[in-house]
């Protein structure tokens, strides 16, 4: 009769205590990831309206919301744009104000703490805020441009302008990544500047070759995470349009998203109108799994150790 192999044995412990230990992790990622995925790309193929069972439609939901939707291309156009414009300014804003912070000497302490409190309000009450302030008729913004002869936009009820009007929402709550980005400036070692100063580097020439290389894996995670954050972007965009459309909501009302002309459409939007106003649960999870997919691509895109953000040694 074979004895056990010790080392065999104490290869089987180790992997049961690494599996315990990893184990909350694994029950979480397949309660509240695997499990939502795979319902999601079930639903795809099936026609359900949460009340029936499902039928099996094969691609027929797939066909409906790629060729015949009318308001998804819009929508995914917003979406994609948002990601561009939203994700690069805030990225630069950040970046700038806290460079910002690390160089003032008089009244720093209250200059971060100025541009950090604006992040703390909640969506819906600094949406309904700057909607009030940006407003054509009787917001103060229109009524200063006015009395300094500048053009008075329509902001929220204008098309061309109600996206840019998100976008200065999210400019003004740049707190979040002002102290992420000012916690990496602090990070890099002070003898770098040093010898880049010795050296006669200029301003610009220090921020190239000693500041960015330090803070690349911190810009790339604010790249990351900004673009998933809007890929989901929703509630901003709902009440704006909300609000400015001036309809009364109530008990019972159905509001069209994406006032003014579906120009604040964005993608979750539309896969909470369709799976929870319109019962067409298969189409909405459709549209999850492409807004899924673009959000991988360009996570995998920008993650990349040659051509994306990081770099090879990081």
Not at 13 to 40: C, D, E, M, Q
Not at 279 to 289: D, E, H, I, Q, R
Request: charged letters at 10%.
């Amino acid at each position: 009769m074979n004895r056990p192999d010790p080392a065999r044995r104490a290869r089987l412990r180790r992997r049961l205590r690494t599996a315990g230990f990893l184990s909350p992790w694994l029950a979480g990622f397949g309660v509240f990831f695997a499990y939502p995925l795979a319902a999601t790309v079930y639903f795809s193929f099936m026609h359900y309206n949460q009340i029936r069972p499902p039928t099996f439609v094969g691609l027929r939901n797939w066909s409906y919301v790629l060729e015949r939707m009318p308001l998804f291309w819009p929508a995914l156009g917003n979406t994609l744009w948002l990601v561009v414009v939203m994700v690069t300014l805030r990225v630069v804003f950040g970046l700038g104000i806290g460079l910002l912070a690390t160089r003032i000497k008089l009244g720093k302490g209250l200059l971060r703490t100025l541009f950090y409190l604006p992040c703390l309000a909640p969506p819906v009450a600094a949406t309904v805020a700057f909607v009030f302030l940006l407003n054509p008729g009787t917001g103060p913004v229109n009524g200063i441009l006015s009395a300094l002869g500048l053009p008075s936009p329509g902001w929220f009820t204008d098309p061309a302008w109600a996206k840019p009007s998100l976008v200065l929402l999210s400019l003004w709550g740049i707190g979040d990544l002002m102290v992420v980005f000012l916690a990496a400036l602090l990070d890099v070692p002070r003898e770098q500047y040093e010898a880049a100063e010795l050296d006669g580097a200029g301003p610009l020439a220090t921020f190239r070759y000693v500041t960015w290389p330090s803070i690349t894996p911190v810009v790339t995670f604010a790249v990351v995470t900004g673009v998933v954050q809007t890929m989901q972007y929703y509630t901003q965009a709902l009440v704006a349009g909300r609000m400015a459309s001036g309809v009364s909501i109530g008990p019972g009302t159905v509001v069209q998203p994406g006032y003014p002309d579906h120009s604040t459409l964005t993608v979750p939007q539309l896969v909470y109108s369709l799976g929870f106003q319109n019962f067409n649960t298969g189409a909405a999870c459709v549209l999850s799994l492409v807004l899924f997919a673009l959000a991988m691509s360009v996570t995998a895109l920008l993650m990349r150790r040659r051509g994306g953000l990081l770099r090879v040694e990081d």
